[in-house]
């Protein structure tokens, strides 16, 4: 009886290891697409500030720097929308992920559950 409860409990403590490495992994691939995104949106806002002195300092007159101004924000404006889009899908995903691993241990959980009560009923009887 010894025997299977510490069988049971170190298949237990595998278990739950190997669940918070899945978690680790799923945290750290998110820190990494959102960091990614963010240093992305970062370089492409640099990029578009540069871009705007430019356009102070070389404009024609005031109709050029407007448009030119105006084309800028187009362009600003489209990728923060493009961007909070992949963010959302990719938050969608990731919450699928975590579900499902929650549900997974859950699941094992519950068997680990029914066995341990089976032996207990067993030492029991």
């Not at 049971?8 to 490495?21: G, I, K, L, N, V």
């Not at 970062?42 to 356009?55: C, G, I, P, Q, V």
């Not at 990728?79 to 929650?102: D, G, K």
């Amino acid at each position: 009886m010894q025997k299977d409860v510490i069988e049971m409990f170190e298949q237990s403590a595998e278990t739950a290891m190997e669940a918070a490495r899945k978690v680790g992994d799923l945290n750290m691939r998110a820190f990494d697409k959102l960091f990614q995104q963010q240093a992305d949106l970062a370089a492409f806002y640099m990029d578009a500030t540069t871009r705007s002195m430019e356009l102070v300092t070389k404009a024609k007159g005031y109709q050029d720097l407007m448009a030119g101004q105006m084309a800028l924000v187009r362009e600003c404006g489209e990728r923060c929308i493009s961007t909070v889009r992949q963010t959302v899908a990719f938050a969608s995903e990731t919450a699928t992920e975590y579900t499902t691993l929650a549900q997974d241990g859950i699941k094992v959980a519950q068997d680990q559950m029914t066995q341990a009560a089976g032996m207990a009923m067993k030492a029991a009887a």
